[in-house]
């Protein structure tokens, strides 16, 4: 783990291209848990925004207000949001039609004030992500932090 860690965090500095290194950070933690749809998005004062993502394809909302969706809960609460049954959530907004599992957690700007950006996991099962998932992914999150502080 520590060293796909270090990949992320070389691969969020390197400098280039931002949603080439969204992409491959988004590639790179979708193979560590074998999870179906990885994004990485930007968060500002109003919106969220794709920036990369690996999976079957694009997701159907790339920006939208962040108050809405999960990614809204988990930008409100600084904290991971993971829904076991996206079916019984009002709060989901649709990305794809055959997910049922969801993980947002959010990337905190450093001395853990605003939220700068999230990584999403969705999963085509039920009740797909366990503590140790989200322990991987917020560790990944942190790791990504170079893909916000250098444009």
């Known amino acids: 783990m520590n060293n796909v860690?270090?990949?992320?965090?070389?691969?969020?500095?390197?400098g280039g291209d931002r949603a080439i290194r969204a992409g491959r950070l988004a590639e790179m933690i979708r193979?560590?848990?074998e999870y179906?749809?990885?994004g990485v998005y930007d968060v500002d004062e109003e919106n969220v925004s794709i920036i990369g993502w690996n999976g079957p394809g694009a997701p159907e909302h790339p920006t939208f207000p962040i108050t809405k969706g999960l990614?809204?809960?988990a930008i409100g609460q600084k904290r991971a949001v993971?829904?076991?049954d996206v079916?019984?959530?009002p709060r989901y907004l649709t990305a794809f039609e055959t997910t049922l599992s969801e993980m947002i957690v959010p990337?905190?700007?450093p001395g853990g004030g605003r939220v700068i950006g999230t990584v999403d996991v969705e999963s085509e099962r039920a009740n797909a992500f366990g503590a140790s998932d989200q322990q991987m992914i917020e560790q990944c999150a942190q790791a990504s932090l170079?893909?916000?502080l250098i444009r």
């Open 31 to 33: 193979k560590l848990g």
């Open 87 to 89: 079916r019984n959530d």
């Open 82 to 84: 993971i829904v076991g």
């Open 36 to 38: 179906r749809w990885v």
């Open 107 to 109: 990337v905190l700007a």
């Open 5 to 14: 860690l270090g990949q992320i965090r070389m691969t969020a500095a390197s």
């Open 146 to 148: 170079p893909l916000w």
């Open 71 to 73: 990614t809204g809960a």
